[in-house]
């Protein structure tokens, strides 16, 4: 076998570590790109230096399996300033990555290895997203239990490969393959099916958002309260009542909005006071909190407004009507509502 190799040329030479070539800085640096979450971030980076992402958990100095979806939650301040001093990203840019703390950290999806199909993943996707993406990639609010379909292109998410079954399991990719392949059958996560989902539980879920962001700039303990009615719509739902939302799989935790979305809203309201029970269902009913407000404005218009002028401008800044209704309602505003 020796004397083979030597006929074909082949020669073994020791080189250096990645580690002591790129010292100073990484040859390749990447943009986050909108709504990116950290670990989705790290495994392109990892690519574009052509480091395997599982290899790339000893560049960090990490390892384990599920290294960079730890990170999401909790990213250590050694690891932190190494990748800003590797990349020359700013430190808020690479914190605004992570999912750790806020009133929406119970609904974030566990960080569960296996992928039994009546269970949860730690990671749900969208096909339409990846396929329509440059570089795929994966979002922040794939990672809570209560999204279950994509507001662009009004599909389902999905939470595994349909050909093996895995969950997403980039983390783990020995090889240089691009995140959007399956770790372990390689099959294109752009490729799969899109998921139906009826459009009354899809306005349910974004009032479901919407309510809980309202209501985390109005009081933090409101927002506890939306929050824990959300992990137990699948008693409400009377879909597997023994589980709380974030153990579902993305498929069971759609049946659950169906069924309530085909139900009134009396889980979301009860034993509340009238004030805030009344917003609730304002939004509910509106299938959102920006068509609530835009059903706001075309009642204000039709009832005060210039009859030349039935219609706020088309250029009107949605954007800077939100911010200013947000800052209004901080506690201490002395605008809250009643």
Same mark, same amino acid.
Request: proline share 7%; aromatic share 8%; with cysteine.
């Given at each position: ?8 040329? @082949? ?21 986050? =790109? /909108? ?32 290294? %960079? ?5 909790? =990213?250590? *301040? ?10 020359? =990203? ?58 279950? $379909?994509?507001?662009? *292109? ?10 093996? *079954? ?11 393959? /691009?995140?959007? @392949?399956? #770790? ?10 899109? #998921? ?22 109005? +009081?933090?303990?409101? &927002? ?7 992990? %137990?719509?699948?008693? #409400?739902?009377?879909?597997? %009542? ?5 153990? =579902? %799989? ?8 169906? #069924? ?13 006071? +009238? ?10 009913? +509106? ?26 401008? /088309?250029?009107?800044?949605? &954007?800077?009507? @939100? ?9 201490? $505003?002395? *605008?809250?509502?009643?």
């Amino acid at each position: 076998m020796r004397g083979d190799a030597s006929r074909a040329g @082949f020669a073994i030479e020791i080189r250096e570590r990645y580690g002591d070539v790129a010292r100073d800085r990484w040859p390749v640096a990447i943009d986050p =790109l /909108p709504g990116e979450l950290l670990s989705s971030w790290l495994h392109r980076l990892a690519l574009a230096n052509g480091i395997a992402p599982r290899s790339f958990a000893g560049v960090l100095g990490l390892g384990g399996r599920m290294w %960079s979806p730890r990170l999401d939650l909790r =990213l250590p *301040h050694t690891v932190a300033t190494l990748l800003c001093h590797q990349t020359g =990203l700013p430190p808020d840019d690479i914190s605004a990555m992570t999912m750790s703390g806020g009133a929406m950290a119970p609904l974030l999806l566990p960080l569960r290895d296996s992928a039994h199909r009546n269970r949860s993943t730690w990671m749900q996707y969208c096909p339409e997203c990846l396929a329509a993406d440059d570089a795929p990639y994966f979002r922040r609010p794939w990672r809570l239990a209560s999204r279950v $379909s994509c507001f662009a *292109h009004g599909c389902g998410l999905r939470d595994r490969c349909p050909a093996c *079954h895995a969950g997403v399991a980039a983390f783990d990719q020995g090889e240089l393959v /691009p995140q959007h @392949f399956c #770790a372990w059958c390689r099959f294109d996560l752009r490729a799969v099916p899109k #998921a139906s989902v009826k459009a009354a539980a899809r306005r349910l879920e974004r009032a479901i958002v919407d309510i809980c962001r309202v209501e985390a700039a109005r +009081a933090p303990a409101k &927002t506890n309260d939306a929050v824990s009615r959300v992990l %137990s719509m699948p008693v #409400a739902a009377e879909v597997r %009542s023994g589980r709380t939302l974030t153990n =579902l %799989s993305t498929a069971a935790r759609i049946r659950c909005f169906e #069924a309530l979305a085909a139900k009134p809203p009396d889980w979301l309201l009860n034993n509340m006071d +009238a004030a805030g029970a009344y917003r609730r269902w304002m939004i509910v009913a +509106a299938g959102g909190h920006e068509a609530l407000i835009s059903r706001f404005a075309d009642f204000l218009d039709a009832h005060q407004g210039s009859r030349r002028r039935k219609r706020p401008p /088309p250029a009107a800044d949605r &954007t800077a009507l @939100f911010a200013a209704y947000f800052r209004i309602m901080q506690p201490g $505003s002395g *605008h809250r509502g009643r």
